[in-house]
């Protein structure tokens, strides 16, 4: 099995368009990289934003980049190259950091909407809640369930034997890989995937119930002003879960089908590229903090290259 090497579907036959979808990718993975690491040099370099909710931001920031680079480099290289083959030990890696990021960059969000609502709803212990041993303590704990995620998934996805080498996706998918199964034994990675979609739904009803708490003590506050400062905080991160969840329930609501088609790769072009690509843009435009940090950082480089 170990020398299998797996096709992956190409976006077009046509040479023409195998360059468009790669300049077009190209674009879509540039502005995601330049966007995150913005944010990422952005709370680094400013002391101003040395508080918990950016470090979980920067964190988040950096689970985007790995994201959007586990597939979207190796897709552009098969329309350039015109070669849609994948090693098995690249297909394993693709799933493997799929996974981890993946579900790390929801379990940071659901710490972040701990974050919010540990602010907003018992500010005088806010400092001694979310301090800095804590944050990272939680920090680590999402890096090792997501890394325990990703290996469970990835042993039992490829503990499977495969009919077929001809996967029907630009990237090597879990479920995809699942229809190229000999055996009974892809079942195991079903029930894996059942677990997993469960601990995601209950990260998902964490982060609503949180809200509801959040928004009724927003709703106490007396001035209109305080509730819009306090909703400010909050309104970034509540899109970039809405995006998330939607996202995905966008591609795997629908109803299956036993071949592959054009929407299926729409719907994991959304899934996998959107997210990633919308975030820094989301908190950037939301938050007066970022935008100070990164106009100060564009500023410092610009004065750089004018002395």
């Not at 982060?207 to 959040?214: A, K, P, S, W």
């Not at 927003?218 to 002003?225: F, T």
């Not at 299926?264 to 939301?286: E, G, K, Q």
């Amino acid at each position: 099995m170990h020398n299998l090497t797996f096709l992956l579907l190409g976006f077009s036959d046509i040479r023409e368009l195998q360059i468009l979808h790669f300049f077009v990718f190209l674009a879509l993975y540039m502005t995601a990289i330049i966007g995150n690491l913005l944010i990422v040099a952005a709370i680094v370099l400013d002391h101003h934003l040395h508080t918990p909710m950016y470090f979980f931001l920067l964190n988040l920031a950096m689970l985007d980049v790995g994201t959007i680079s586990v597939m979207v480099p190796k897709s552009m290289a098969i329309s350039l190259l015109n070669s849609r083959s994948i090693s098995y030990s690249g297909c394993v890696a693709q799933v493997f950091f799929y996974m981890f990021f993946v579900a790390a960059d929801f379990a940071i969000l659901t710490v972040m909407a701990h974050d919010r609502y540990v602010a907003i709803c018992n500010p005088l212990q806010y400092e001694t809640i979310m301090h800095k041993g804590a944050c990272i303590q939680m920090t680590l704990i999402v890096l090792i369930a997501s890394l325990l995620h990703a290996m469970l998934h990835t042993c039992s996805t490829f503990a499977i034997t495969f009919c077929s080498n001809d996967v029907h996706q630009f990237f090597c998918e879990v479920p995809t890989l699942l229809k190229l199964s000999c055996s009974n034994i892809y079942l195991v990675e079903v029930g894996v995937i059942v677990l997993g979609c469960c601990l995601g739904l209950g990260c998902f009803m964490f982060i609503i119930i949180t809200y509801m708490q959040l928004f009724a003590t927003v709703r106490r506050i007396p001035s209109v002003h305080g509730q819009k400062k306090a909703l400010s905080t909050c309104l970034p991160h509540l899109t970039v879960v809405s995006l998330f969840m939607g996202t995905a329930l966008f591609a795997y609501a629908k109803p299956p089908t036993g071949a592959s088609s054009d929407l299926d790769i729409a719907f994991a072009v959304i899934y996998t590229i959107i997210p990633p690509m919308l975030n820094p843009f989301i908190y950037s435009m939301r938050n007066k903090e970022i935008k100070t940090a990164l106009w100060k950082l564009l500023d410092f480089g610009h004065s750089s290259k004018n002395r």
